[in-house]
């Protein structure tokens, strides 16, 4: 799973930046990731193509596809299970981190990680981060790997 999706379509779209309201709109509330849109192929479709978007390939199964993304007031952040979950004994809760908000820098520490992305929109319905730095899949066996050293990622939430 890459390190922050936060945390790729068939070819890297130009995305237009639409203005911010982070003064007047909060980011406090449940979001769901829709896409996940890299400027490197982060793995191959069924026919051997690269593929650019997290949610359009098969790099995430389908049971994290539903998870959501909760920022709370008191800037915790929780990554909850969706209503998919890989395991049925799994708990709702994933994990926890914290999130703060300057200008328009989003910044989460999860599992002492920090991350830092860009807020390129945000409004009543919908979130838009970009995130620049290495990618890294980190496997269920405790393997990692980085797979590039520098990626722009641009992903978009839906406000649920």
């Not at 952040?77 to 328009?104: F, H, M, P, Y």
């Not at 989460?108 to 838009?128: E, N, P, W």
């Amino acid at each position: 799973m890459a390190a922050m999706t936060i945390l790729s379509c068939s070819k890297k779209e130009e995305e237009k930046e639409t203005p911010k309201t982070t003064e007047t709109t909060s980011i406090v509330g449940k979001w769901k990731c829709l896409s996940a849109k890299g400027d490197k192929p982060i793995g191959y479709d069924a026919d051997g193509k690269p593929g650019y978007d997290f949610y359009e390939m098969n790099v995430l199964p389908d049971c994290r596809k539903d998870d959501l993304t909760v920022f709370l007031e008191q800037k915790i952040l929780d990554l909850e299970e969706g209503a998919t979950k890989c395991n049925s004994t799994d708990g709702q809760l994933i994990r926890s981190g914290i999130w703060s908000v300057k200008s328009d820098t989003l910044h989460i520490v999860i599992l002492g990680k920090a991350t830092d992305s860009k807020i390129i929109q945000l409004d009543k319905s919908t979130l838009k981060i970009q995130y620049t730095g290495p990618y890294t899949r980190y496997y269920n066996d405790g393997s990692i790997d980085t797979v590039y050293d520098n990626l722009t990622m641009i992903s978009t939430y839906q406000r649920q």
